[in-house]
């Protein structure tokens, strides 16, 4: 089950900043390092951050993340029409498990 | 160009078992830790199972000790899931997923490369 919690849904208008939040505890987030993953409705997840704020090789800059004590957050900016994906986060636990967050619907109007 | 293929998926009754097969090409797979992770229809990832290089390290999801086994052949270039005790809610698209490694390091959780996914239905 999900223990990092997320806002289930986010959205703007093109060119727009999208931020979204997730929330953790001492034992997931607060002591490991946070991973982001989007997925395009139909398809397999793909790995966006890592590391808190790192980025694959041809992952855009637009995306960026951040990590403060047991909470993240993920930043879309300059939103563009194929940003319209789920985003998660996720986190190695201490009680030796993976946790993903509950997901967030990023909606571009 | 790195491909998983997962295979062995399809309809079984509750208690039932089914084993799952990932295909892994294009990278030394011994050099990589691999995962499993499901998606239930309509809902958000769960992490189910993680296993090291060389199966010296292996970890589950609470929900899933006990009635599922995750196991590789490294000279076959194959990741398992042995899946017993079915029920509907273990009913998910289940992914095989590559952790992501370099210079003999792996980070922890940072899943780099992901199957297309098989689905599994539990139902009588």
């Known amino acids: 089950q999900s223990v990092l919690t997320q806002p289930p849904s986010a959205s703007g208008t093109p060119g727009q900043r999208v931020t979204i939040s997730c929330s953790g505890s001492n034992s997931n987030i607060g002591t490991n390092t946070v991973n982001w993953y989007q997925q395009i409705p139909g398809t397999a997840p793909k790995l966006l951050i890592y590391?808190?704020?790192q980025r694959p090789s041809g992952v855009p800059d637009r995306f960026s993340g951040s990590k403060s004590g047991t909470s993240a957050s993920l930043a879309i900016s300059g939103l563009q029409s194929e940003d319209e994906a789920d985003y998660y986060c996720a986190a190695w636990d201490d009680s030796l498990m993976g946790v993903f967050g509950t997901g967030t619907k990023v909606t571009v109007l | 160009e790195v491909q998983l293929v997962e295979s062995g998926g399809g309809l079984v009754k509750p208690g039932g078992s089914l084993r799952l097969s990932c295909a892994a090409s294009g990278f030394t797979f011994s050099d990589y830790s691999m995962n499993w992770v499901r998606q239930a229809p309509g809902k958000g990832l769960e992490w189910v199972s993680s296993i090291s290089l060389s199966s010296n390290y292996i970890y589950y999801a609470d929900s899933m000790k006990g009635r599922f086994t995750i196991s590789r052949d490294n000279a076959k270039n194959s990741l398992y899931l042995q899946m017993n005790s079915l029920r509907a809610e273990d009913t998910a698209v289940y992914y095989c997923?590559?952790?992501?490694?370099?210079?003999?390091?792996?980070?922890?959780?940072?899943?780099?490369?992901w199957g297309q996914g098989i689905l599994v239905t539990v139902s009588s």
């Open positions: 590391s808190n704020n």
């Open positions: 997923a590559r952790t992501y490694c370099t210079n003999g390091v792996c980070y922890l959780f940072v899943l780099d490369s």
